[in-house]
């Protein structure tokens, strides 16, 4: 899209001097907006109103009390374009041993329930996250058969995906029925590309996509893609120490990531969907 004069004069700040287009995912427009006094980093999304942002929003608010995240400044929409302005941060190079610190502070934060108070249906993957007492019933029906079903429509499922599928379900369901899981507050989209470091060193998390539930779903989207070492591990157990047999259960939820990327780009994903299949 392009923003004009007309469109930056309707943002509540003081005049906007310089606007530049910025990296920010594949979801949003993103760019640096300068004033006389202050740097911003907007988000806009063409068309879909200021209500797009609003999981975000909560999930900065929830993660902020307690976590280190980005300042919202503003959100709001101009001509149905949905925006969000956070504060700029100057980035620089930290400690993973202090990043997992974090995250473990955040999996510390509990509820009494599984899920989030509200869905969210504005992305392009559906994350319904109706409360729910059972893990069990919230992984496996608000989060994985979610994604099979979108796979399904799109033409990316097949018998041999869906007889693994129901045996993976069918282990997941009976391991769960003698072991219990805390709902943790958890990032949701836990990647490399969802935390820095400021100018100072300090990690802050962001982009979340927030809800409770178990709080090895976060781990298990470390370890898909790269980006967080030993010292991330180390530190986080320093605080709030993982469970034992985790290797042996984190595939349950590598699965989740894998599948939205198979609906999201296709089959480039779909041998290491296979991969976690072919295991049950």
Avoid at 117 to 142: E, R
Avoid at 202 to 207: A, G, K, Q, R, V
Avoid at 239 to 253: A, D, F, H
């Amino acid at each position: 899209m392009t923003i004009n004069q007309d469109w930056l004069a309707q943002l509540p700040l003081d005049h906007v001097e310089k606007i530049k287009s910025v990296s920010g995912g594949d979801i949003n427009d993103s760019y640096l907006l300068e004033t006389k006094t202050n740097r911003y980093f907007m988000k806009v999304q063409p068309g879909r109103g200021e209500k797009f942002f609003a999981h975000e929003i909560e999930g900065l608010n929830l993660l902020g009390a307690i976590a280190n995240t980005p300042e919202i400044i503003a959100s709001g929409e101009v001509n149905q374009d949905g925006y969000l302005i956070l504060n700029w941060i100057d980035t620089g190079r930290g400690s993973q041993f202090e990043l997992g610190k974090m995250v473990a502070t955040v999996h510390q934060q509990h509820v009494p329930r599984f899920g989030l108070d509200h869905n969210f249906t504005a992305g392009k993957l559906p994350k319904i996250n109706t409360w729910q007492s059972d893990w069990v019933t919230f992984y496996i029906n608000q989060r994985l058969k979610p994604l099979v079903n979108l796979a399904i429509k799109n033409g990316r499922w097949n018998d041999w995906r869906q007889t693994h599928f129901q045996s993976l379900c069918d282990q997941f369901a009976t391991y769960y029925t003698t072991h219990q899981v805390i709902p943790s507050l958890l990032h949701g989209d836990l990647w490399a590309g969802n935390y820095m470091f400021e100018k100072t060193g300090e990690p802050m998390l962001i982009d979340p996509d927030v809800f409770y539930g178990d709080r090895e779903l976060d781990i298990a989207m470390t370890t898909i893609f790269g980006g967080f070492d030993h010292d991330f591990y180390e530190g986080y157990n320093s605080v709030y120490p993982l469970l034992r047999g985790l290797n042996q259960r984190i595939s349950w939820y590598q699965l989740n990531y894998l599948l939205a990327h198979l609906n999201l780009f296709g089959e480039s994903y779909g041998s290491m969907v296979d991969q976690i299949l072919g295991k049950y």
